[in-house]
C-alpha cells in the first residue's frame, strides 16, 4: 500500500500515526512545484509531539522533473513568482530562475523529462547545465517522468548542506508539516 502526502503548513500528526501503524509500504511526498528539495529533507526532522516523520519512514528521493524542452527559457525570465502567481507566501520575491536554481542543486535525481521534444543536441547541453549545477545529483532522461530505481537520499549527506535548516529557522511555521491525502 502506498500513500500520497502534501507538503503543507498543516495536518502533520494523522499520517505519522499511520507511518508508525506501518500502514504503508512506500509514502510519496509530493511538495508544491514552488517548493525546494531541501526544506522538503529537513521536514523529516521536525517533531510533532514525540515523533518526527524520520522515526517511522526513511527518505529514499529528492526529485525534481527537469522540463527539457523549456529548462533555458526558465532560467532566463527575470519574471518573479509574483508575476506568475506563484508565491509561497506574502513578501516572496524570488524569480522563477532563482526557484528552479534552488530546486536544481539539492535533488539527489534530476528527471531530465520531455526527452522526446528537443534534438539529442539539446538534450545533451541541457544535462551539462544539469551536471553543473548539481554535481553530485544522478541525471536520467524520462519521458512522461516514468521512473523506476533505488534509493538515493542521505540524511546525513543533506544534513551537510551549508542551507540546512537555515530557512526553517527563519520560518518555523512555514512548510513544516505533511498531511496524509490518501
Not at 521536525?46 to 524542452?69: E, G, K, P
Not at 519521458?143 to 551537510?160: C, D, N, P, Q
Request: charged share 25%.
Amino acid at each position: 500500500m502506498a500513500a500520497l502526502c502534501v507538503l503543507q503548513p498543516s495536518g502533520y500528526g494523522c499520517s505519522v500515526t499511520s507511518y508508525a501503524q506501518q500502514r504503508f509500504d512506500h509514502v510519496l511526498v509530493e511538495s508544491s512545484g514552488i517548493s525546494e528539495p531541501l526544506p522538503v529533507a529537513e521536514t523529516f526532522t521536525f517533531r510533532d509531539r514525540a515523533t518526527a516523520l524520520d522515526d517511522v519512514a526513511s527518505l529514499a528521493n529528492l526529485v525534481t522533473v527537469v522540463d527539457a524542452a523549456s529548462v533555458f527559457e526558465q532560467l532566463s525570465t527575470m519574471e518573479t513568482l509574483v508575476d506568475r502567481g506563484w508565491e509561497a507566501a506574502k513578501g516572496d520575491e524570488r524569480t522563477v530562475s532563482h526557484l528552479l536554481c534552488d530546486q536544481l542543486e539539492f535533488a539527489d535525481l534530476l528527471l531530465l523529462n520531455k526527452r522526446d521534444l528537443v534534438t539529442e543536441e539539446q538534450l545533451g547541453a541541457v544535462e551539462a547545465f544539469l551536471r553543473k549545477a548539481n554535481p553530485t545529483g544522478e541525471v536520467v532522461r524520462t519521458e512522461r517522468s516514468v521512473l523506476l530505481g533505488t534509493a538515493r537520499f542521505s540524511m546525513k549527506k543533506a544534513e551537510e548542506h551549508p542551507q540546512w535548516l537555515v530557512e526553517a529557522r527563519e520560518h518555523e511555521t512555514a512548510w513544516t508539516r505533511v498531511r496524509s491525502c490518501a
